[in-house]
């Protein structure tokens, strides 16, 4: 899914850049409002076009309102309703425009976790170079900005987040996470 191995795509951390007054615009009103973030230049893997923009349905948008405007959300959907690409947009957002931001990631196996991370990075590496935050560690697990924030994933366990001063936990289909797991 990710394209990882094309180091072109990702920017340099604290490099230097020249705006126009519409690409500087662009970043401002993404730095303020993830739905225009996700609107305007998130991409998403269609399984037959590839890159596509990613068009929010009505509900998607009330999903990503309720994980912005509150600090405990859970979300109960149906299968393949795009929560979990959603989800990956926002993480995507809250790290490159919150400086100093400790995400992770927790699915019930390290593969599903990984799988979301697909995600972040695909929409990552489809970003306009004027909207990308610098790189400084970029690997299938993690990955951090120059802004000092991180998105990290790993399996649901006992001591998922241990050592980590997590900001924004993300728990992808927590149902299935066995109880003694859970707490």
């Not at 993830?34 to 037959?48: D, G, Y």
């Not at 924030?149 to 936990?169: E, N, P, Y």
Request: charged fraction near 20%; aromatic fraction near 10%; proline fraction near 5%.
């Amino acid at each position: 899914m990710s394209q990882s191995t094309d180091l072109d795509i990702l920017k340099k951390p604290h490099s230097k850049s020249s705006y126009t007054e519409d690409s500087l615009t662009d970043l401002v009103r993404c730095s303020e409002d993830p739905l225009f973030f996700m609107r305007n230049f998130v991409k998403i893997q269609h399984p037959l076009k590839g890159a596509v923009p990613f068009k929010l349905f009505p509900f998607q948008v009330d999903l990503v309102r309720g994980f912005h405007e509150n600090r405990f959300a859970i979300a109960l959907t149906a299968r393949q309703m795009g929560k979990t690409t959603c989800a990956a947009a926002y993480l995507l957002w809250k790290a490159m425009f919150t400086p100093d931001t400790t995400i992770l990631i927790t699915a019930n196996k390290l593969s599903q976790a990984l799988e979301i991370m697909d995600r972040v990075r695909y929409a990552y590496e489809n970003l306009p170079n004027h909207i990308r935050a610098g790189i400084t560690e970029y690997n299938k697990g993690t990955v951090t900005f120059d802004n000092g924030s991180k998105i990290t994933s790993r399996a649901t366990s006992s001591d998922a987040g241990r050592g980590l001063s997590i900001t924004l936990l993300y728990c992808d289909e927590f149902a299935f996470v066995p109880p003694n797991k859970a707490t």
